[in-house]
């Protein structure tokens, strides 16, 4: 059976709160999901970043804090921040309830073994080998403070990673995020030890691969030992952002399918940096947000919501709540882009994707330009033919004769699956 | 209407004749064509480099030789080598006979204007402006040492340019191959130039640009302007040659579609090389040959055969006669390469391409490796499902039970239609 | 005996007169070094490029103009600019005026043989080859459309540079400067064989290599077959080109000596640019034009000067006829710069020169910045003692104690010789 | 007064000790010094890293080990290999011994602050900050495990260097060699901070940085910095090491001059790697040596003797106690390499340098081919006039005319003063 056998769909705790997300607010969000989008086929709640950090109040980490950690060097939630993993639990409560909203339940974490642990040289579990001896003293991470790299080669680094993901699959885990690792050179040792202590673990976890840009020369290895991984570096609120975002998903969009999705990162909308002020919204205008929704869709990217579900207003539930949209991550394969070129002064951008069933297709007309402007696609430019064009975004049906045509706002898009 | 709305299909005298083709060759591969090749839907005939040369016996080039040429710095063709070409009536008679076959006749030019017309400073027909004054000094060709580039900001090279392509228009030429330019930094203005010339000249030919590697950040541009560019240097009968192109045709696939091809070159099989001898067959086994054209129609690339028609064996002659092959080329989209892992030590590389019609699809297993290899590819590793499989090779039908699967020879191909 | 024991000193037509100086201008310059700067060292008078063009009017050259040229394809003056040149005489009657004055004759080439030579397909004199066969058809100059380059590995381009220098050896020339070869790529074939037919022709003649920057990663080879090859690009009037030279003068310093001497380019000093009006002088301030001048000095650069003697004003006449700064050429070696650093907000640079003969050394301390500042060096930073300073430029003499110190203007320079 | 006014001389720990190193050895290659050494102007006894490591053996760290540390995060002498550390007094005794003969006091430090402080969190001595507001978490040696680097804009770490250069002055400390910042990028902060401490210190100490290669881009603030920097990597005895040198040397060399001396390394000659065996002497031949001796001192490098100084034979110590080659040191300036030719099949290099008291120089006539060569330096190539040539290492003098010249051994020199 295919882990991932379509894109993953979530919420991620990051973009809202930062490395200080607690008990509560992911019960939260839970619950929201479970009542208003499980049944659009969203499933995951992960708890992204140093759940293990008592005093991180923001997305900034702080340096050589004190971490809660088991005797065998095992990362633990901090109980000031999920009282639920008091006496040793970790998070098998809290999974324990996400599941029991019929959703699956997924954590973050750094690749490698905690200095902390490397400094009281714990023993690792199971293993000869203490922390001292599986860590690298000169393998840091560039923005995080709390790990070193393991020796991969040693034996003690295999054990290690099986006492995390044993550990991990008898919280009840079903998705983990591993960070510093997928942009990073000589990084293949590691993810091959992470991907097998996950199959040893017997239980199946989605294994999700942080920061981009990973590198497409390495397309092959993370199609074979990695479910998702990240094709860009953070991906925030910005415009900038969003456009590059389209060159990204020409290079990696050929790399989409069952198993293996390229990600292009946590969706920033509704309420997000809520642990800064609680007037904070997204900055993309709702031009953007369907624009970025609809490229997702097209490249078959997995969907990780970034904002506080409970603060979602009417227009942000239904970017996520579109059927005819959602659809498209599960009936098409082969999408690409078609054509990028400038029209009356706008930069145009064209996607398509037939579908599996063999019944026509989907039809994206992006504008990265700063205007309206009128972008049309004749069809025998791409080789099919179509009586008619669904418009996912305005829900209306056109007829076709030979093109799809229409007017795209400023940094829109215009959507349309073909019959 | 689009010129070149599939990928052009044809035969081109370089593999075999190099600079020195003649009348007489070209009528009999033409002959041969009509007869044999026609009913498939091959229909280009083209004259490779220096037709104008009159002393040329090889592929290799005489510097500073004498080139006929008309008073306003056109090249003509030389009667030595097409005598029908006398009396200044230049290709239309070789032209015309082609047409007479139902096929189309093509040419190949290098960009620029003749030294030789810049040392006579011929003034260019219908413009106020000399051969010295159009071209510039320090851009001349690496390889060959024939012209000038043009100074393409100057209205007397627009006017150069219209003045052959109004001549070739003329004498009934359908397909122009511009060499010296796709691959060439600052090759926009040229470009746009000649796609210009064959607009003003009011005859349809498609335009083929060489020589490769052509930039995938040009794609875009290419697109508009060209209907087939070379995406390799100069593609020959070694194996080193066809594994690299899996890695080109990976880069550029998504590019291929009515009006614009991507080109993977001549298809060096059969009788090559006889300008040298005429024991000189192709060095491509029988594998390497089926892998060539699974791989060229996979991903839509326009078809050349390089070899002499007339010497063509039963073998040759069913590699491009094999019409479930050719209609890949006219009835697919989207393809794209799936997955590249090594199997039992072979590096195997596995291609998909979906019908337009809906109607399934088609499923490449190449094996790159030196020994046979079992290839198997799950159908729900891709999104589909199929009931039976065509091996277009082997001529088979066979079940198909959640994969397809084969026993794939050294340097081979299994190459199935999916129902 | 070796050539060009100490940097040459002379005059060049091209700072004045670009492709355009005439044969009257030579003399007069001539007769003006023979009677005022003789006597201070200064003996080349050299005429620049294209003097077999007749009408080459300024710097700029006229693409694919006819050039004056003996039936063997070599260059010869154009008689309406150089009317002594009549009956095939060539230079020779204008060298023997030169050297009649006490003075020596130089002149300009570009390497390679002329295009027309080859689109006339000449004879090399003395030679079984002719001129297309010795000519690389895809080495061209960038920036200049005379020449093409010779195939050095063919015995006719040995022959042909043999045939030229054998002319200028019979003209009486001492000088060539030779041009698009110093910073080329794959350049050292032909230089030998340059200097190699300089050997042969029996003459003794100073080889001088442009265009600038040559690559100190060939010093050792510029060394061996060049008397001086140029550093930079063309330099000219403009401070932000001074200014860099010190960098080159600091990475070239190591290779000045008898026989090979990195040459800083001319010295546009007085009249320049008379081509375009006669009211053209020097950009560069007094301060700067010493800066250059005790520069080219310290670091014993060949000393060309670029304006037109005749308008020199008395300030400009004292920079070149100074003779307690021109001895430094002749009497130092192993100069290099101490120190640059920042004082009081501008860039100061600092550069010592020992005498040969063992009597102290000369000190030059250069202020880079916008404003005046006082720069001192501490004869114990460099290791040496002395007891008076004679400042060379303000010709007063001042006691040392321990360190050489002075306000110095902007873009200025204090140099003095240590006793 | 100039801080290491000529080449510092002495002996490191490193060559044959490794990071195990004791007091014992120490003082008794401080006695031989004294005995043997002094009188030829060698001075400084340098206990080169990790001398707070209790447990290293060998030229290997071990990551993570417990090292020796105030309450302060200051490193102390591991008791168990220097005993007279005893009661906090640290190297106090140690060097006040190494005084009491005549000689100087060196230590090696890595730059930063002990991971080991940081993670224990120590107040740094005299400051409001502690050890982990000063680590940068992301700053780590790449080859050794026991420091961070510190965050140069903070004042706690301007503190943390004054309260260890402090303690070096107290102590009694005269050269401190500070190891992974020389060629570090973005070093300039930190190498600013320690030379501060020093002279906040208020003891005099020779800066030296480690390890190479430096950037020659650098050079002006390593002038202004530092007393000495490493110009390579570590250097050992392989020919291919020495060999590389004569390009390093040929960069650096006019940087040479008091209070900043670009630094070959060490000098692996007679008993080196003890640590390993007791049979482990230099695998350099006695050209070899004779090479490298010739070079350090031509170009004024620091001369730093790495091996077992009571193991030195005859030859070894005639190497160190050549008076006339040492004076080359202390007496010349400006030196630089000649030429760098090919002769009968070898490479030779010759470098000269000028004495500053105007009595002739020093000529070095080097060997780096694979067979015995006759090499020859006219004097006139160089500009001066000599009439005898003392043979440095030969001991004979022989009269000049016109030229030095001789029979020079493989990978081996003949140097000579002129006179």
């Known amino acids: 059976m295919i882990t991932a056998k379509y894109p993953p ?17 992911v019960k939260a969000n839970a619950d929201y999901m479970a009542k208003n989008l499980r049944q659009y086929g969203w499933e ?17 980490y702080l340096p050589f804090a004190e971490l809660v950690m088991d005797k065998n060097g095992r ?38 073994i905690p200095r902390q642990a490397v400094h009281e040289d714990c023993p690792v579990l199971g293993s000869e080998f203490t922390a001292r001896q599986v860590a690298e003293f000169n393998d840091v991470c560039e ?16 054990d290690y990673y099986n006492s ?70 953070d991906f925030w609120d910005k415009w900038e952002l969003l456009y590059a975002m389209f060159e990204r998903a020409e290079a990696w969009c050929n790399h989409s399918g069952p198993g293996h999705w390229p990600d292009c990162d946590m969706l920033p909308i509704g309420p997000i940096n809520q642990v800064y002020s609680k007037d904070n ?28 579900l409970n603060g979602f207003d009417e227009f942000t539930l239904s ?28 930069e145009t951008i064209t996607w398509f994707a037939p579908r599996v069933d063999g019944t026509g297709g989907y039809l994206a007309l992006f504008n990265a330009g700063e205007k309206p402007v009128t972008i049309s696609v004749p069809l ?20 076709v004769d030979g093109a799809v045509s229409g007017v795209v706002e400023k940094h829109g898009v215009k959507l349309v699956r073909l019959k």
């Open 44 to 60: 995951y709640i992960v708890v992204d970043i140093e759940w293990y950090q008592p005093t991180v109040r923001t997305h900034e």
């Open 281 to 308: 919204r997204t900055n993309f205008t709702r031009d953007e947000q369907k624009t970025m929704m609809s490229l997702w869709c097209m490249m078959r990217s997995p969907l990780m919501i970034g904002g506080e």
């Open 380 to 399: 025998d430019s791409i080789g099919i033919t179509a009586h008619e064009a669904y418009d996912i975004w305005e829900k209306t049906t056109e007829p």
């Open 9 to 25: 769909m979530g919420w991620n705790s990051w973009d809202c709160y930062g490395a200080a997300v607690d008990e509560k607010t």
């Open 75 to 112: 990362l633990m939630p901090a109980e000031n921040r999920f009282p639920s993993a008091k006496d040793g639990k970790g998070f098998a409560p809290l999974a324990e309830y996400v599941h029991s909203l019929g959703l699956k339940f997924g954590i973050h974490i750094m690749r490698g």
């Open 143 to 158: 923005w995080n403070p709390d790990m070193y790299g393991l020796n991969y080669n040693c034996k003690g680094a295999e």
């Open 164 to 233: 995390i993901f044993k550990l991990y699959a008898e919280w009840g885990v079903d998705f983990v995020k591993v960070d510093d690792i997928a942009r990073n050179n000589d990084n293949e040792g590691e993810i091959m030890l992470i991907a097998n202590a996950i199959k040893n673990s017997g239980r199946e976890m989605v294994l999700s691969l942080s920061p981009g840009p990973a590198k497409t020369s390495q397309a092959e290895f993370l199609k074979k030992y990695a479910n998702m991984w990240r094709i860009t570096d």
């Open 319 to 346: 970017l996520v709540t579109n059927p005819e949209l959602l659809e498209i991550e599960k009936t098409t394969f082969c999408a690409h882009m078609l054509e990028r070129k400038e029209v009356d002064g706008c």
